[in-house]
């Protein structure tokens, strides 16, 4: 069993920055390929970003690529997601998931955090 608690939301100006923190609880998180979704008002949650076990390998939506990267300190049991060049299409509630691969991750993830919303003021 994993719990994710997100941190780090909150109202931001279009073009500034903001990072996000998804905090894991128990000792197997550098077992699991981590992820973030996001769910705006009227839509259905869309898949962000991932990365896998060991940072090598990441997955980047089309629509935050350039912008938005996702890292990992295992010995944190955290992952980071860092949003740069925030628009206002960017607000919504902020998922943070968590897989036993990252292909898992990226499509259905096993474990859910309780979210955090995010608003990117034009």
């Known amino acids: 069993q994993v719990q994710l608690v997100e941190s780090g939301g909150g109202l931001v100006q279009a073009g500034g920055s903001l990072r996000l923190s998804c905090a894991a609880s128990?000792?197997?998180?550098?077992?699991?390929?981590m992820g973030w979704f996001r769910q705006a008002p009227g839509k259905e949650r869309e898949f962000v970003i991932a990365v896998g076990r060991s940072s090598g390998i990441t997955y980047v939506a089309d629509s935050v690529k350039g912008r938005f990267t996702i890292s990992r300190d295992n010995a944190k049991n955290t992952v980071y997601l860092q949003m740069n060049s925030l628009k206002p299409e960017d607000t919504a509630v902020y998922y943070c998931?968590?897989?036993?691969?990252?292909?898992?991750?990226?499509?259905?993830?096993?474990?859910w955090g309780q979210g955090t919303q995010v608003t990117v003021s034009s």
């Open positions: 128990g000792r197997t998180f550098g077992s699991y390929g």
């Open positions: 998931a968590a897989a036993r691969s990252i292909i898992v991750v990226k499509t259905t993830p096993e474990y």
